[in-house]
């Protein structure tokens, strides 16, 4: 099934989110893309077995303390981007939807000190709730449809404690039509959620990869410099 060029891999990966949403279940073709894998990190189109360039980046210029700090990776796939906060000092929870993705990372990494969990970005552990100092999120929720987008964007942001740091690497349109997706690149009117949810978008920087013109690559870095009032959780 997957022994094809990078274009089919990607057009079956549509195919499968496709039907996952006509199914109302969003997220479930992901465990069918890593399970269906079998090992073989070639059919994982997001799998490049390094920690994400933009996120590296980010770290190599900012250099942050991280003594104590408890970091989060969000559908964190195989691990790499985990496995690099981990090396700095991070204390570091990585999820993701798929139970193979999980089990992979452990496989990986079997004498690991991240903790490698399975959760579901749509129904989180109510511990989690500002409990993170660093929250890394990249591009799962582009991978989502518009119905359960402000949902998302609110998980995302909740995660975050008081003086946190959230990095988000996501596509984004210059247009508030619709997107033809997946994957479903952020409006500006989306992004704005975040301020509305009590961060302070701190830096932007846009990288221009996509061959449609008016999609766009951003890291976005955010801070809580309050907790969420009552109404806002």
């Given at each position: 099934?997957?022994?094809?060029?990078?274009?089919?891999?990607?057009?079956?990966?549509?195919?499968?989110?496709?039907?996952?949403?006509?199914?109302?279940?969003?997220?479930?073709?992901?465990e069918v893309l890593y399970a269906e894998a079998k090992?073989?990190?070639?059919?994982?189109?997001?799998?490049?077995?390094t920690s994400h360039p933009y996120l590296q980046d980010w770290l190599t210029n900012h250099q942050p303390l991280v003594s104590g700090q408890k970091a989060l990776v969000i559908?964190?796939?195989?691990?790499?981007d985990a496995e690099a906060l981990a090396h700095l000092g991070f204390e570091v929870t990585a999820f993701d939807i798929?139970?193979?993705?999980?089990?992979?990372?452990k496989q990986r990494f079997p004498n690991s000190a991240v903790n490698y969990l399975v959760a579901d970005l749509l129904a989180i552990p109510s511990q989690w709730h500002q409990a993170f100092d660093f929250v890394f999120e990249c591009r799962n929720i582009q991978a989502l449809p518009l119905n359960v987008r402000s949902w998302v964007i609110s998980s995302v942001a909740s995660f975050i404690a008081t003086g946190g740091t959230l990095l988000l690497i996501t596509r984004v349109q210059d247009e508030e039509a619709e997107p033809n997706g997946p994957p479903w690149p952020l409006s500006e009117s989306e992004l704005k959620q975040f301020d509305s949810l009590g961060l302070q978008q701190v830096q932007k920087l846009v990288f221009l990869e996509s061959e449609q013109i008016d999609v766009k690559q951003v890291r976005i870095e955010y801070q809580r410099h309050n907790s969420l009032t009552s109404s806002e959780r």
């Open positions: 099934m997957f022994e094809q060029q990078p274009e089919d891999l990607r057009f079956y990966v549509k195919q499968l989110a496709t039907e996952a949403l006509e199914r109302s279940e969003p997220s479930a073709w992901f090992g073989d990190t070639a059919k994982i189109p997001w799998a490049k077995l559908g964190c796939g195989l691990g790499d798929s139970q193979s993705a999980i089990a992979w990372c």
